[in-house]
């Protein structure tokens, strides 16, 4: 973490990570197993949590499921107001060949005002027209600014005003853990 915040609690270590990724695995494998699905991972960390889904579905429950990266910073309302704190580059590597007709599970670390999720939506339909989509987060912080609501969630966790989650994963991340911070105001 580089900005200035200061840790509360741990949420999640990495074996709760996995065992979250499983459970949302299992759900995901019962849409995948009725329709032709295709997971997308919402830059940046968004991208290995779907990643890592796609190779429990593999390994658990034989099923093989495309997996796309889908960028939403442009698409955002407040793209030019919007500080970017501790995100990669963005390099969005594969993308599936078609969404047209199918079950696109848009899956993201953490659910807060739903404008992230407002903008891949937009990115998503500029890529043809799914069949319907259904969006899984690992964290649902609550204080939703729009109407949008996560069809799988990791955990659910309400936060205050100052608070936020960080999802951090190797290799971005010297670990491997949700953390509950506090952001620590900047003296001018």
């Known amino acids: 973490m580089k900005d200035t915040c200061k840790k509360i609690r741990q949420l999640l270590n990495e074996e709760g ?50 997996v796309g990266c889908i960028d939403n910073s442009y698409y955002r309302d407040d793209f030019h107001y919007r500080k970017r704190v501790n995100n990669p580059p963005l390099k969005i590597a594969e993308m599936p060949a078609d969404v047209q007709g199918k079950t696109v599970v848009l899956i993201d670390d953490v659910l807060y005002t739903g404008r992230s999720v407002r903008a891949a939506l937009q990115a998503i339909l500029d890529l043809g027209r799914p069949a319907n989509v259904k969006l899984c987060v690992l964290v649902d912080r609550g ?46």
């Open 17 to 66: 990570i996995q065992t979250a990724l499983g459970n949302m695995a299992e759900k995901i494998a019962a849409w995948a197993k009725r329709d032709s699905a295709i997971l997308m991972g919402m830059a940046s960390r968004g991208i290995p949590i779907a990643q890592n889904i796609a190779q429990i579905l593999k390994s658990k429950y034989d099923l093989s499921v495309p």
């Open 143 to 188: 204080c939703r600014e729009l109407p949008i609501a996560p069809d799988c969630t990791g955990i659910s966790i309400e936060t205050e005003p100052k608070q936020e989650v960080r999802v951090c994963l190797s290799p971005y991340d010297k670990e491997t853990a949700v953390w509950l911070v506090e952001i620590e105001e900047e003296v001018a």
